[in-house]
């Protein structure tokens, strides 16, 4: 029903009720008249107020621009409708607004490579972005709730969270702890922001970075400028004290003389063996190494070996046996692969004492080829195995000071086995003898 017809039926009834109370006394007929008119309109308004609001606002929300007021009260309403409706149009704007304000937040911290914590004013953990999980080794769901010190049980980051809400300044440190046996590095930047105006909460903001890789880089150079001052400065001390002897005087006796020269030729050639392995080594890191792939015969590589190595076994005594049916052929880079056996071969002899056995086996097993090299020497303790292959690693060096050597060639060994395709493992027990373990590609596939 509309308002029109409301007020024209309340008019009627009026009208009616006039006829009802004609009988009446003059003055309380009209009083009634005049008091069910005034009530039949007071609804009528109320009823019609509240279906134009009601029909104007949902119209708005579907298509703002349809907005009208409609009948008698367009003129009273109009205004009043505009300013209700833009207010409606608003807020459905702000929420949008916020909306993608969120999704581009939650998208900036899902992708930081820093982990990210957000805290109350007492440390507790609001929010954390997935960083945070990997950095910090936690699961949200244990992280959001609980005490941020409590979370990581670090004693440096505890003091940390600590200072900044006491002193609210900008806190950056680095934090080195051990987790699971592993040290890790973490940089911490915190602060304390308060929200604008209202009830001024303030927030507790940990940013973490992972320093880790880059400290052990650090410490790998540190450590290979370390070594390289070192095992240079030892033969070229040797060579100036030897030159020095021999100008002032050991020149005029000849048996003194040849001696010293020897020492000195030797100790060139060892400065001359590393320089040759730290350009090898930075050769194969560089990532230009083109490989050079044909068919080899492992029982024709052993006999070279054999002729290579010939003079340094028969001295000690030492011989060299092929445990693996004949011909053994394989598809790799040859000169490479010689590389890795004349590597593994030279520390077989030089850590076996005299009169033993160098065994060389080969096998191939689910598209594998099996290379061995076994020996049973000196044998490598177990706490030094993990760090072999690192440049200039020596197992206990007065031990290896008797043998010549500069810890390069593992470190050369897995360069190359990792540029063909596979893998090298070392099983050793100190006192019966070491077994390295080539794991190649049957047939290597091109880079
Ligand atoms: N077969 C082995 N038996 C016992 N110890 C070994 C054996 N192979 C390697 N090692 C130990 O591992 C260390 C590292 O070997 P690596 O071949 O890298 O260096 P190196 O032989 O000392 O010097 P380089 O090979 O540069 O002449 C050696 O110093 C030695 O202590
Ligand atoms: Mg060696």
């Known amino acids: 029903m509309s308002f029109r017809a409301f007020v024209l039926a309340a008019g009627f009834l009026s009208f009616l009720c006039g006829i009802i109370f004609d009988n009446l006394s003059g003055q309380t007929a009209l009083r009634i008249l005049l008091l069910l008119l005034f009530s039949a309109l007071l609804l009528g308004g109320v009823w019609a107020i509240r279906h134009t609001i009601s029909r104007q606002s949902t119209s708005a929300l579907q298509n703002p621009l349809t907005i009208k007021a409609q009948g008698i009260f367009d003129d009273l309403?109009?205004?009043?409708?505009?300013?209700?409706?833009?207010?409606?149009?608003?807020?459905?704007?702000?929420?949008?607004?916020?909306?993608?304000?969120?999704?581009?937040?939650?998208?900036?911290?899902?992708?930081?490579?820093?982990?990210?914590?957000?805290?109350?004013?007492?440390?507790?953990?609001?929010?954390?972005?997935?960083?945070?999980?990997?950095?910090?080794?936690?699961?949200s769901e244990a992280a959001v709730g609980n005490r941020l010190g409590l979370v990581i049980r670090v004693a440096a980051i505890h003091q940390l969270v600590e200072e900044v809400f006491r002193t609210r300044t900008k806190v950056v440190r680095?934090?080195?702890?051990?987790?699971?046996?592993?040290?890790?590095?973490?940089?911490?930047?915190?602060?304390?922001?308060?929200?604008?105006?209202?009830?001024?909460?303030?927030?507790?903001?940990?940013?973490?970075?992972?320093?880790?890789?880059?400290?052990?880089?650090?410490?790998?150079?540190?450590?290979?400028?370390?070594?390289?001052?070192?095992?240079?400065?030892t033969p070229l001390t040797s060579i100036r004290g030897y030159a020095e002897a021999l100008t002032d005087g050991a020149l005029s006796d000849p048996e003194l003389s040849r001696k010293f020269l020897g020492i000195i030729?030797?100790?060139?050639?060892?400065?001359?063996?590393?320089?040759?392995?730290?350009?090898?080594?930075?050769?194969?890191?560089?990532?230009?190494?083109?490989?050079?792939?044909?068919?080899?015969?492992?029982?024709?590589?052993?006999?070279?070996?054999?002729?290579?190595?010939?003079?340094?076994?028969?001295?000690?005594?030492?011989?060299?046996?092929?445990?693996?049916?004949?011909?053994?052929?394989?598809?790799?880079?040859?000169?490479?692969?010689?590389?890795?056996?004349?590597?593994?071969?030279?520390?077989?002899?030089?850590?076996?004492p005299p009169g033993r056995e160098i065994r060389i086996s080969a096998e191939n097993k689910e598209g594998k080829v099996i290379i061995s090299v076994i020996d049973n020497g000196a044998g490598i303790p177990r706490e030094d195995l993990p760090r072999i292959f690192e440049r200039f690693y020596r197992v206990d060096r007065s031990r290896s000071s008797s043998v010549s050597g500069t810890g390069l060639g593992l470190s050369i060994v897995r360069h190359v086995v990792t540029l063909l395709q596979g893998r090298v493992d070392v099983k050793s027990e100190p006192g019966a003898g070491t077994t390295v373990c080539l794991t190649l590609p049957q047939k290597i596939g091109r880079a």
């Open 77 to 139: 309403f109009d205004p009043m409708l505009t300013g209700l409706i833009r207010l409606l149009r608003e807020k459905n704007d702000i929420s949008v607004r916020l909306a993608e304000v969120s999704s581009r937040f939650e998208g900036v911290l899902e992708h930081m490579v820093e982990g990210v914590a957000v805290t109350s004013s007492n440390a507790q953990i609001l929010l954390v972005n997935s960083a945070f999980e990997r950095i910090l080794e936690v699961g």
């Open 174 to 233: 680095e934090v080195e702890y051990h987790e699971g046996g592993k040290k890790k590095t973490l940089n911490v930047v915190a602060t304390v922001t308060e929200t604008q105006g209202g009830a001024g909460k303030s927030y507790g903001i940990f940013l973490f970075y992972d320093m880790t890789t880059i400290r052990g880089l650090e410490r790998i150079r540190k450590d290979f400028v370390a070594n390289v001052s070192h095992e240079i400065r």
């Open 265 to 352: 030729s030797g100790q060139a050639d060892r400065l001359s063996r590393m320089v040759n392995d730290l350009l090898e080594l930075s050769r194969l890191e560089s990532g230009t190494v083109a490989l050079n792939l044909c068919e080899i015969d492992l029982g024709f590589q052993t006999e070279r070996m054999q002729e290579v190595f010939s003079s340094r076994l028969r001295d000690r005594e030492i011989s060299l046996v092929a445990d693996f049916p004949k011909p053994f052929p394989y598809v790799s880079d040859e000169s490479l692969t010689d590389l890795v056996l004349t590597n593994l071969l030279d520390n077989a002899i030089k850590y076996s």
